[in-house]
């Protein structure tokens, strides 16, 4: 099952505008990342928040976690035509195997960036 | 250093066919995993792997079967292709989880079952 719901399922908006993409959840987690992934190609790991923070940065991206309302948000800045792909958020479950990893992907949301 | 390689990009298989899919790593990575992605829907989580010689069940795991006989390939196997087989494939690998949880994803393998 998807842990992740993310909203919007698409997003489009100018060249230079920001765009805000958010992430439920629904369970405990040790981290929540967020992917990138252009049409036709594998995901980019973008940035990791982990359980105990509550925001982050990285160039252009700005990440939030809100563990009491389980829910994430991705903020792209001076958006370029560039940034066009989907982007996904992704929980971190531990597994019953000690130090394993099994991430939960949310359906992601389509952004694009009109020059 | 190429990463994350998965072979083959595309494939054909008529409903009952069996095939492998290779994914390879040069980055010595111990965890792998494999994911399916759906239209309009996230990656699910078929299996995984802690390292060579042991694997385990993800989300989705029934009609495929999976190997780790060495360190840097992981391979996925459907022994009688379904038309609900039809997906892309993504092979993932990351290092022993702690400070490097971040998973390193392949090209993937668009995967049609007629």
């Known amino acids: 099952s998807q842990q992740g719901e993310e909203d919007p399922q698409a997003l489009s908006i100018q060249e230079g505008e920001n765009a805000t993409m958010n992430c439920s959840y629904k369970?405990?987690?040790?981290?929540l990342q967020w992917y990138r992934q252009n049409s036709g190609r594998g995901l980019v790991h973008l940035i990791l928040?982990?359980?105990?923070?509550r925001e982050k940065h990285s160039g252009r991206l700005r990440v939030t976690l809100d563990t009491s309302k389980k829910s994430s948000s991705l903020l792209i800045t001076a958006s370029r035509a560039a940034d066009t792909a989907s982007y996904f958020c992704?929980?971190?479950?531990?597994?019953?195997?000690?130090?394993?990893?099994?991430?939960?992907f949310g359906q992601g949301t389509r952004l694009t960036i009109n020059p | 250093n190429a990463g994350v390689t998965q072979t083959p990009k595309f494939r054909v298989l008529k409903t009952g066919q069996s095939m492998t899919l290779l994914c390879a790593q040069d980055?010595?990575?111990?965890?792998m995993y494999w994911y399916r992605q759906d239209p309009g829907m996230g990656l699910r989580l078929i299996h995984y792997?802690?390292?060579?010689?042991?694997?385990a069940k993800g989300e989705v795991p029934d009609g495929y079967n999976v190997s780790r006989l060495k360190k840097q390939n992981f391979l996925l196997g459907l022994e009688s292709a379904a038309p609900s087989q039809t997906s892309v494939y993504f092979c993932?690998?990351?290092?022993?989880?702690?400070?490097?949880?971040?998973?390193?994803f392949g090209p993937g393998t668009r995967l049609t079952v007629t």
């Open positions: 992704a929980t971190d479950e531990r597994s019953l195997i000690q130090g394993a990893q099994k991430l939960v």
């Open positions: 369970t405990s987690i040790n981290n």
């Open positions: 928040i982990r359980s105990n923070e």
């Open positions: 980055m010595n990575h111990e965890y």
């Open positions: 792997s802690v390292g060579e010689g042991t694997t």
């Open positions: 993932a690998t990351n290092r022993l989880t702690g400070n490097y949880p971040e998973q390193y």
